[in-house]
């Protein structure tokens, strides 16, 4: 968390923030909700999904005036987002394997390698995902 902070440094050489991602994400969403209670009525756990989705898009966007440090939360958000829908449900996200489920992942199964062959590719695993706490959906 020491600097240097370089704002336009290569994202490939790091986090680029002196803030932690949990301070990023409790000044975000605090400055996001004021922004949806300005332009919405309301805060954004409050809006109806199509108002969510036009939020979202906003702050997609760069239209939510975020401070400096914090105009890559939207970003940080969508990655954190995919890590917990990928991953095993013992850490917390992917709630009864849907991701997995979703793109046919077989989870944390011994062995598929029989699967793994140019021939199979357009047919689908027959076996749904297994977690690594044993569980099946």
Known sequence: MEGPHHPGADPLL???SSLSPA????????????????????VFAELDALAQDEALTALDGGEVNL?????DFFDLLLQNTKEGFFSD????????MAGWVHI??????????????PAMDNVAYPLGPVSIAGERT
């Open 104 to 117: 046919g992942f077989p989870g944390a199964r011994a062995s598929f390698l029989e699967w793994n062959d």
């Open 23 to 42: 301070q990023i994400y409790r000044d975000s969403i605090k400055a996001f909700d004021d922004w949806c209670r300005e332009t919405k009525g309301t």
């Open 89 to 96: 449900p013992r850490y917390g996200g992917n709630h009864g």
């Open 14 to 16: 790091g986090f680029p």
């Open 67 to 71: 401070p400096d440090t914090l105009r």
